[in-house]
């Protein structure tokens, strides 16, 4: 995971950590209203549209398991801080960056 | 577009608001990293290649992406998928193999800091001015196809929607740079598919699944748009040899190489990458979701065809000024219920935003560094520069305001800003491509054969029947999208005949100033990673471009 080329700024978090919990997050708060929406909000009207699927639910559905698996994945794999731990920061420049997972 | 009115309802708007909190949120925090313009610019080369992957194909899955490519599938059926297959995946398998050892080998900050080693000032005046002003035009395009969504869906008129969507995109730019967009550009993909794939199930099973998706199309006549090959009324060449060879060399070589090798919107974001390994392997990894991509895209545009009264009135010739650009929109209208109808109106808005930010980002980058720092202020320190950055932004954001108001007045300006930078893409991709293996060829065929290319473009785009609309002369038998295949298959040519003829007779740079730029003068550790035999195989760059290639291959015999 380590990379020669940002050696020289070896503090550098890498971040992507965040996206993955965030787009799981944004996700599955689609997932969540839809799947109401498709419990409460369904209409014959709607059901036409679609073509006699309760589309709502289904999509909720689907987008509940993806973001869980999304978490599940971040969780299982998370993306490693280049600077090992118990290295006391010589590079730390006081600069307040926050390193993300914190 | 004004009978075009969607229902949307409080939880839509709930939905969409949930969005724009995450963007501007994803925007604040970012902003906490970013201490120095590599940061701000280039993510401090620090991205993994999966996001950076996302990022890239993200970058180009703008308005004129969704909506231009479900209007051609409304207009031209299956052959739409050429844009995909041939015009981009092939592209970027080479931008991944050959390429980018280079770009981020020789840590070049962008596309036309390169041509400048590579060639000095003159062709990198070429590139960074007509790339900048090129930015901005598009951002334009972008922001206004965003506005007129906004307006048309939500009633809000022009002038606001353009100004709430400009605030929106600038906040989370000039707070997190590169850093910032890429994060959303990560996002908004997965919006997108959110929104989109839900669309074309439902669209699908209203007019029977694939099955009876065929029958309609079958018995409308119109059998043919099932087909990717030959594609004559996509390329306007009537023979169908004629048109495969158009469109295999024309748009898959020397298009679609053009931009995506060249395209420092693109390029940026693999050079954000954590390394060289990572870098090859962006626009690789960005290629599997673009070979499926089409079929959210474009199979909605060919179901409004057999679905949407409006469309099917305009394909039976009923309505001639019939916007196909409103396919999708039409699509959503008669199929989503409220609910997805809010995630299909993020996903737009999301893709929208995505290539404005895209085109702001590079716009800014090629500023600061090309530009300003070349040849207005030199040697400041670094915190200069990026407030210089945060300032471009502000000012090409308010630019692109600018050029949208402008795109609103023409109807057919997208087409010809398409063409037009196909002409500027096409000599650029020679001059590369001649540059970096190549190492006898001068500075000034750089820039001689850049201008020479792009005028022997015009030159083709003139005398074609319609390529400037009715400033062209008709001299050459050849229209619409052919036109500019063809255009840009001279500009390529002429561009390599005049650099090697300039380069006999003009002094080359010292061959030490060319290590890492041109391919015989990098030595083999510099263009590749020190890690790379240690990848498995799903990491490596050359492996994953052979599968992708091999997928390419088969979906286009699946589909001929």
Known sequence: MSSSNSSARSEHAAGAFDVRNVIAALIGFYGVVLVLMGLFGNSPEEQERTGDVNANLWAGLAMLVFAAAFALWSRLRPIVVEAPPDRQDPEDDGSGRVAPGH | MDDLRLDATFVDYLLVAAY?????????????????????FLSGRSLPAWVTGLAFISANLGAVEIVGMSANGAQYGMSTMHYFWIG??????????????????????????????????????????????????????????????????LGWPLWLSLIVAAAVVLSYITLGGLSAAIYNEVL???????????LTLIGLNRVGGVGGLVDRVTDAGRAEELTSWPATDLSGIGSPVLSVIGIVFGLGFVLSFGYW??????????????????????????????????????????????????VIEAREGAASDFDYNNAILLLIRDTLPNGLLGVALAGLLAAFMAGMAANISAFNTVFSYDLWQQYVKKDRSDGYYL???????????????????????????????????????????????LGMFWRRMTPTAGWMGLVSGTLAAVA???????????????????????ASFVAASAAFVVDIVVSVVVSQVTAPKPVAQLAGLVYSETPKE????????????????????????????ILNVIFR
């Not at chain 2, 492996?543 to 390419?552: F, P, R, S, T």
């Open chain 2, 20 to 40: 724009f909190a995450v963007v501007l949120l994803i925007g604040a925090a970012a902003r906490r990293r970013v201490s120095d313009s590599l940061d701000f």
């Open chain 2, 88 to 153: 981009a995946v092939p592209a970027m398998l080479f931008l991944g193999v050959v390429m980018m050892p280079f770009y981020y080998g020789s840590k070049v900050r962008s596309v036309p800091e390169f041509m400048r080693r590579r060639f000095g000032t003159g062709a990198h005046l070429v590139n960074a001015l007509s790339f900048a002003v090129a930015q901005i035009l598009i951002a334009g395009i972008n922001l206004f196809l965003l506005a007129t969504i906004v307006e048309a869906l």
């Open chain 2, 188 to 198: 908004q993909f997965f919006v997108i598919v959110a929104a989109l794939l839900p």
């Open chain 2, 261 to 310: 090798t060249t395209n420092f919107v693109e390029v940026q974001r693999a050079m954000a990458t954590k390394s060289m390994s990572a870098a090859r392997s962006t626009p690789i990894i960005g290629a599997f979701p673009k070979m499926f991509v089409p079929f959210i895209v474009v199979i909605p545009g060919i179901i409004a065809t057999v679905l949407v009264p409006e």
């Open chain 2, 387 to 433: 407030a210089v950055g945060r300032w471009a932004t502000v000012g090409a954001t308010v630019a692109a305001i600018g050029t949208a108001i402008i795109a609103s007045g023409y109807t057919n300006l997208m087409d010809y800003l398409q063409t037009l930078f196909g002409f500027f893409n096409a000599p650029l991709f020679a001059t590369f491509i």
């Open chain 2, 460 to 482: 083709v785009a003139f005398l074609s029947e319609d390529a400037f609309g009715t400033a062209s002369l008709g001299v050459l038998p050849i229209g619409g999208q052919g």
């Open chain 2, 526 to 553: 510099q263009r590749t990673d020190p890690d790379a035999h240690r990848l498995p195989w799903y990491q490596s760059p050359t492996k994953l471009a052979g599968i992708a290639l091999v997928m390419v291959i």
